[in-house]
């Protein structure tokens, strides 16, 4: 059975710093790639953070690029999410995603496996 668990989030001032983690489990971890979407209120669900399964590759959404980091630790079996410089509009529930992909458009679609989601609050 196949588990996400997301932890870190929570309430921050505006230019302040989060670590999320997200632990995997039922899978081989060191062998599927990792991402982190986020879902603010009344919006769809969107990609931001994209990192291979070996960590030699990762990709941002414009949005978050220079602010945040996503790296992988594969003997924790955990993908990272360093957050510095937050805004009111990183205000959302953030969860990762196993293997998402790459379109021809250059837009990321999710993977099949989701986590519970955890909340993150920058407050202005």
């Known amino acids: 059975q196949v588990q996400l668990a997301e932890s870190g989030g929570g309430l921050v001032h505006t230019g302040g710093s989060l670590r999320l983690s997200c632990s995997v489990s039922?899978?081989?971890?060191?062998?599927?790639?990792m991402g982190w979407f986020r879902q603010a209120p009344g919006k769809e669900r969107e990609f931001f953070a994209y990192?291979?399964?070996?960590?030699?590759?990762?990709d941002y959404a414009d949005s978050v690029k220079g602010r945040f980091t996503i790296s992988r630790d594969t003997d924790k079996r955990t993908v990272y999410l360093e957050m510095s410089s937050l805004k009111p509009e990183d205000t959302a529930v953030y969860y990762c995603?196993?293997?998402?992909?790459?379109?021809?458009?250059?837009?990321?679609?999710?993977?099949?496996?989701w986590g519970q989601g955890t909340q993150v609050t920058v407050s202005a």
């Open positions: 990192i291979s399964y070996n960590g030699e590759y990762t």
């Open positions: 995603n196993v293997n998402p992909r790459l379109l021809p458009d250059r837009t990321w679609k999710s993977g099949t496996f």
């Open positions: 039922g899978l081989p971890f060191s062998m599927v790639n």
